[in-house]
Nanobody
Framework: QVQFVESGGGVVQPGESLTLSCIAS?????????LGWYRQAPGKQRELVAD????????NYAESVKGRFTVSRDDVKRMLFLQMNGLEPSDTAAYYC??????????WGRGTQVTVSS
């Protein structure tokens, strides 16, 4: 079964950038699936912030990140990326990748922590 492993988080100041990566391990083809980046801040529910269609032709973003975040995928390398620019303190959260459709969700990985603080 596929498992996702996220990386690239860190502590940055407001206005800075980070690129998150997610690699799929285990057996299974991620190509046919719409994939997404989620985040969960302390005390809040996990939310989908960006998703990308199979083939990468369509992307969608939460209003809170639109214009600042860019999602991309490389199905040959079995990877998903999230370029985050203009980071704000409200972006502080643990970030996870997974299928974008609830019916396709697999067990969550450990995520990667992003902290935006001056």
């Amino acid at each position: 079964q596929v498992q996702f492993v996220e990386s690239g988080g860190g502590v940055v100041q407001p206005g800075e950038s980070l690129t998150l990566s997610c690699i799929a391990s285990g057996h299974g083809n991620i190509g046919p699936y719409q994939l997404g980046w989620y985040r969960q801040a302390p005390g809040k529910q996990r939310e989908l912030v960006a998703d990308i269609s199979s083939g990468g032709t369509e992307t969608n973003y939460a209003e809170s990140v639109k214009g600042r975040f860019t999602v991309s995928r490389d199905d040959v390398k079995r990877m998903l990326f999230l370029q985050m620019n203009g980071l704000e303190p409200s972006d502080t959260a643990a970030y996870y990748c997974n299928a974008a459709m609830s019916r396709d969700l697999i067990p969550w990985g450990r995520g990667t922590q992003v902290t935006v603080s001056s």
